[in-house]
């Protein structure tokens, strides 16, 4: 039994010594003392079903005893970092890595890994490159995205909620291919004709790259409108640019039918970028690039790759394979997002179900027709939903999408139970 401090005693605390931007959910925010596979357990014991899985970060299950052997045992070897001298641990993640990148396709092969802390610092990383690889300084990223909060991220994020008033020179934000709300509906040759007027109107006709989630996360799952990556990538890489795929939510088997969103999108980066699932929760991030352009950052030694959370993203990795995650990931998501159809059905409140294997998304609208967001009723039913056992998350700019992104080890009882209890919470609105 836990005998810790107090939820109370945490909250007072939490809010004399940290962060104020610092956020919870509930209108009593929840003391987590323990994780196993799927469920989250509070200091009485109680279970809850996580259907956020720490915002899309924990693949393989809360505290999964495979990756945590393997980080026990590597941190009693040796934890320094290997930036000085070898050692086989980085090494051997970064071949596993390397393996599941897209093959040689157009020559551009993915091999390069450069390891971080954070997905923040991982687009940080790319758009560098991309800046130094090109030559050119502007970047172009979709509205509603969310890439960071450092200085180049917060300016490639476009969602104001997320962004401070400092400097984030250099990028143009395109209309968003938003099937759902976007001014062209799924018209991709519409929403690709921005990114050219952009580089024509914006730019001197040379970019240093174009960066894109494959599935917006934080802009509550909005899947980008189908043929609008080719067609954007082909426009920038016309204009000199690199294509940057952040995989920081859709990576690591997620959205099922892929191991990487992108390739829901028939399209080969230049850059990928990935953190949250490529550690199960701890600190690590990656960006893969080719040879080619990895020969810009010769100068940069990092503290990102220690032998801890890299034998930790092997584990991971293997986890991946040995419980066949993705294929649960893709079944159980299709399982659970028809589901979510058919409460459709049942609930006007639900305007759209979206998303793909285990990113998935609801939104709420109190009307169908003029998609006004629900924003006050999602944070009712998320309450209602809590205190029958099951956490969600939510996002989207308006605040009114749930999202839905279990661990990827998510049953299809699990599934049925996550329904019900959404039905129950939707019905007391
Ligand atoms: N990219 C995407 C798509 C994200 O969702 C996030 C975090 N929510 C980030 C980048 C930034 O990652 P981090 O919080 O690890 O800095």
């Not at 079903?49 to 009693?76: E, K, N, Y």
């Not at 200085?151 to 990028?171: D, E, L, R």
């Not at 050219?196 to 730019?203: A, N, Q, V």
């Not at 909005?222 to 294509?243: F, T």
Request: proline letters at 4%; a negative charge.
């Amino acid at each position: 039994p836990y005998d810790g401090p107090t939820a109370d005693e945490i909250a007072r605390k939490r809010a004399e010594f940290l962060s104020p931007s610092l956020f919870h959910f509930y209108s009593k925010p929840l003391n987590i003392v323990e994780g196993k596979r799927q469920y989250l357990y509070d200091e009485h014991g109680r279970r809850y079903l996580d259907a956020f899985a720490g915002i899309a970060t924990v693949c393989c299950g809360h505290s999964h005893p495979d990756i945590v052997d393997a980080m026990i045992a590597q941190a009693r070897r040796l934890q320094h970092p290997t930036v000085l001298y070898l050692n086989h641990v980085i090494t051997d993640f970064a071949e596993a890595l390397a393996s599941k990148m897209p093959g040689d396709l157009n020559a551009r092969t993915l091999v390069v890994i450069f390891f971080t802390n954070s997905g923040t610092e991982a687009n940080e990383l790319a758009i560098m490159m991309a800046r130094l690889y090109t030559g050119s300084h502007d970047i172009i990223s979709l509205r509603n995205s969310y890439h960071g909060n450092a200085a180049a991220t917060m300016g490639a994020t476009a969602q104001k909620n997320w962004k401070f008033n400092v400097i984030q020179s250099g990028v143009h934000h395109a209309v968003n291919p938003d099937p759902y709300r976007g001014v062209f509906g799924s018209d991709a040759e519409k929403y690709a004709r921005d990114v050219k007027e952009i580089i024509e109107f914006g730019t001197t006709g040379n970019v240093a790259g174009f960066i894109s989630e494959s599935i917006q996360g934080v802009g509550g799952i909005v899947e980008v409108s189908p043929g609008y990556m080719p067609l954007a990538y082909d426009l920038v890489r016309k204009a000199g640019g690199l294509c940057i795929a952040d995989e920081v939510q859709a990576g690591f088997a997620r959205v099922g039918s892929h191991f990487w969103g992108f390739e829901t999108h028939g399209v080969i980066p230049d850059i990928v970028t990935m953190a949250k699932g490529i550690g199960n929760g701890i600190p690590l991030g990656a960006v893969v690039t080719t040879p080619e352009i990895a020969q810009v950052m010769t100068r940069r030694n990092t503290f990102g790759g220690n032998p801890f959370c890299t034998d930790g993203g092997l584990a991971v990795l293997k986890v991946l394979e040995k419980e066949r995650l993705q294929e649960n990931a893709f079944v159980v998501g299709s399982y659970l997002k028809d589901s979510l159809c058919d409460l459709q059905k049942k609930h006007e409140i639900i305007g759209d179900v979206r998303g793909t294997g285990f990113m998935l998304g609801v939104e709420l609208v109190t009307d169908r027709q003029l998609k006004t967001p629900a924003k006050d009723e999602v944070c009712r039913a998320m309450e209602h939903m809590k205190d029958m056992g099951v956490l969600v998350g939510k996002g989207g700019f308006y605040g009114n999408v749930f999202r839905i992104t279990p661990p990827l080890c998510f049953t299809k009882e699990d599934s049925d139970f996550f329904v019900d209890v959404m039905d129950v919470a939707l019905s007391k609105l």
